[in-house]
């Protein structure tokens, strides 16, 4: 059962909050931005989110009511005890005229911590020399309060009389870590005409710094599609003390061995031709950025060539290819038992449009042993790829120019899953972005240890964010 509520929160942290939003179209400075910002960030980091079991709806609480304080029109939706969406809404006054709604979403849960490999409290969202550590940071909250300030921008800008030329949508849901069914997923089917829009802005993508400094936009546009595969091996039982050829713990682990040698074809989309394209102007290793160009040909002899020299590049190998990864293995429940079964589940990632029937497939014929069996235990669902000629990416471009003019935009297919997915599915078109430019090595925190975000960046993604809803919504 759901319920539409828009109660005020408990939470007295409020009455800090939303200095900007009584500010003329000017907007904050730089400083008072950045400063607002920071708190309303550290106040969602410190409710934890951890998801299982998530408990978003204390966040969404949160958020809806910074939204009725700025007077935007907004509303809790509970897709179960604890759990929930929030939904505000900028109504354009275009009437007929209106161009279609854009959504900027974000989700409000986060992942679990492994608290002794952090240096850092992960809750408590300190900032240490000018940057902000705590699970959230860059996936996904940095993100909402990057939509959050280009609501507040947008509003302050009606509020001096200029007009939207179509509906702005504020989503943050919940359950994005596990699955989406009390998310989006629920928000989709439950409450359709709430988040009714053309397009929608939501994280998957990248901002990232490259070895030279320079930045790039890699705007996810397509994903991979996420299976999980059991390899299971069979063999003679009996005890250790007599050696048994078809040891299933040894079959499992020869197959293992040849799964991990093996590599699933090269497959070239048009996202990724057009990425690796793009991204070979701007490259600052000439030999990678030769081999993008290979790539990016459309000459199997230089897709094949450029495509070896991508190798060594993990996050770039990966968008070329459907991917294989062992996560978990077991077998035995004694020390000296031979067991008649040893198990391994695979991650598998297939490239958009391609079948995991047909890598199962290939990994049986590869692996060679009738006593290792593959199971499809969990099915993902592909979704459409999105297109880089409309609107919506000349509006990502304008606003990528005017925080940074040597920014290029490249279309990208992330390799990781989003609620993007079920949007498309759904008809919305929607576009992958985290806004705040980061080196690898801090982008790579996602998900991990001391997940942080370094102040510079995130009011660097703020402008960019509000730039974005500036060039849909205003003339
Ligand atoms: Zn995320």
Redesign the pocket.
């Known amino acids: 059962m759901s319920r539409r509520t828009s109660r005020l929160p408990e939470l007295t942290l409020l009455v800090l909050l939303s200095i900007s939003s009584t500010l003329g179209a000017q907007g904050p400075s730089d400083d008072a931005l950045l400063r607002e910002a920071t708190i309303q960030l550290q106040a969602m980091i410190r409710i934890n989110t951890t998801n299982p079991p998530g408990n978003e709806l204390a966040t969404a609480r949160f958020l809806d009511s910074l939204f009725q304080q700025a007077g935007i029109e907004s509303g809790v939706y509970e897709s179960a005890p604890g759990r929930g969406a929030v939904v505000a809404r900028l109504r354009s006054v275009a009437g007929a005229s209106a161009k279609t709604p854009v959504i900027l979403m974000?989700?409000m849960d986060?992942v679990g911590v492994i608290r002794d490999q952090w240096t850092a409290e992960p809750f408590a969202a300190e900032v240490r020399d000018g940057v902000l550590y705590g699970r959230g940071a860059i996936?996904?909250k940095g993100m909402l309060i990057a939509n959050l300030q280009a609501m507040l921008a947008l509003q302050r800008r009606v509020k001096a009389g200029e007009r939207l030329t179509r509906d702005v949508i504020f989503v943050a849901n919940a359950d994005?870590?596990a699955g989406g069914d009390f998310g989006m997923g629920w928000l989709l089917k439950n409450h359709p005409d709430a988040i009714r829009a053309e397009y929608a802005l939501n994280?998957?993508g990248r901002t990232r710094v490259m070895s030279n400094g320079k930045r790039y936009v890699a705007l996810q546009m397509a994903e991979k599609v996420s299976h999980v595969v059991t390899a299971t091996a069979s063999g003679p039982d009996g005890h250790a003390s007599i050696p048994l050829d078809g040891n299933a713990i040894a079959r499992l682990g020869r197959a293992l061995g040849v799964i991990g040698a093996h590599r699933e074809p090269t497959v070239l989309t048009p996202v990724t031709t057009r990425f690796f394209g793009a991204l070979s102007a701007v490259w600052p290793d000439a030999r990678e950025a030769q081999a993008m160009n290979d790539v990016a040909s459309g000459d199997a002899g230089r897709i094949t060539r450029g495509a070896e020299v991508l190798r060594s590049i993990p996050t770039l190998d990966a968008v070329l290819r459907t991917g294989i990864s062992p996560t978990i293995i077991g077998g035995g429940i004694r020390s000296n038992v031979i067991p008649r079964e040893a198990v391994a589940t695979l991650n598998i990632r297939t490239l958009p449009g391609q079948s995991i029937d047909s890598t199962v497939a290939r990994l049986a014929r590869v692996v060679n042993d009738p006593r290792v069996t593959f199971v499809i235990t969990s099915r993902g669902e592909d979704s459409p790829p999105m297109s880089a000629d409309n609107e919506f990416f000349a509006a990502v471009e304008r606003a990528a120019t005017r925080v940074d003019p040597t920014m290029t935009v490249v279309p990208y297919l992330s390799t990781?899953a989003?609620d993007s997915a079920d949007l498309r599915r759904a008809g919305i078109k929607a576009y992958g972005l985290l806004p705040f430019p980061l080196e690898m090595p801090d982008e790579e925190r996602?998900h991990g240890n001391d997940e942080r975000l370094p102040l510079t960046a995130f009011l660097f993604g703020i402008r960019f964010v509000v730039g974005i809803a500036e060039a849909l919504a205003l003339p």
């Open positions: 974000g989700h986060v996936d996904d994005e870590e994280e998957g990781g989003t996602m």
